[in-house]
């Protein structure tokens, strides 16, 4: 398409990214809640171009392109993008673009870093379902990170009000109530998409090896997840957990999921194959 490359494309939609996150820095010393639509714009033409990256790279391929690092950083940088986005409709939601760019940035700059993009001679999982379950947890990952973020948020300005004092960055984030409300939904849509991810995989695995369930390192270990994320809602909901007893699991949840996802995948051999 216009003679660029899927790759291109991605890179056209990183340097958008960085002129997005240039914006966020100007307008975050007058507050998140100057974010407004000029932020909004960019992160909608970087989400054009990198949407087309990605189309351009599945028909390439003829499959969803999550099973390589580059392509799994880059489909993840896509989710955030999309979420920053479509939530921003909501103009009391258009401070998570904020916090979006500088992630966007970041993850884009990583997966440009050379041998990233590397090819198997043959794919590394089947077609079809194999890649509709990846890209399900993915996104249920990104949700996550991104109520992670906003509980981070939520333990730093109420510590601040603790101490009846506020310094220049804190003074600058959205108010508690709206952390504390935004945060939880992101947890419900990430378990909703890791409910969702897990089920088609326990099917595609059924259709390949006979069972719904393996004792293979990763299959437990997302197990393990859901159950954690399962037990923060159902906490919340049933004993009403707010605040600061809600932003803390959090927290500890999504560092749990980010130092261990890697090491657990290639323990796989089914995630891994040899």
């Known amino acids: 398409m216009f003679g ?37 714009t960019i992160l909608g033409a ?11 790279r599945g028909l390439a391929l003829g499959r969803c392109p999550v099973t390589n690092l580059y392509e799994a950083t880059a489909f993840t940088a896509w989710t955030i993008s999309m979420a920053c986005v479509g939530l921003g409709i909501v103009p009391r939601l258009r401070f ?17 870093m050379p041998r990233m993009d590397t090819q ?31 509980s981070t948020m939520y333990l730093a300005q109420e510590h601040e009000l603790k101490l009846r004092k506020s310094n220049a960055l804190t003074a600058r984030l959205p108010a508690l109530e709206q952390l504390d409300t935004t945060g939880p939904r992101l947890v419900a849509i990430g378990l909703a998409l890791l409910s969702a991810g897990l089920l088609i995989g326990m099917a595609w695995l059924k ?17 393990f997840v859901w159950i954690l994320y399962a037990l923060l809602l159902g906490l919340r909901r049933r004993y009403g957990l707010r605040g600061r007893r809600f932003a803390w699991p959090s927290v500890t949840c999504f560092a749990f999921v980010l130092l261990t996802y890697w090491g657990f995948n290639l323990l796989s051999d089914i995630h891994n194959p040899r």
Do not use: N
């Open 4 to 40: 660029l490359t899927d790759r291109q494309f991605f890179q056209i939609a990183v340097l958008i990214y960085g002129g997005g996150l240039v914006y966020a820095l100007a307008i975050f010393r007058h507050g998140f809640h100057k974010a407004g639509v000029t932020l909004h």
């Open 46 to 56: 970087a989400v054009v171009f990198h949407t087309i990256s990605m189309v351009l």
């Open 96 to 112: 998570l673009a904020v916090l979006g760019t500088p992630v966007l940035f970041a993850l884009g700059v990583f997966a440009l």
């Open 120 to 150: 198997a001679t043959e794919p590394q999982l089947e077609r079809g379902m194999m890649s509709l379950h990846m890209s399900l947890t993915l996104l249920a990952y990104g949700a996550f990170g991104m109520a992670a973020l906003l």
């Open 207 to 223: 259709r390949q090896q006979g069972v719904y369930l393996k004792a293979d390192p990763k299959i437990i270990w997302a197990i």
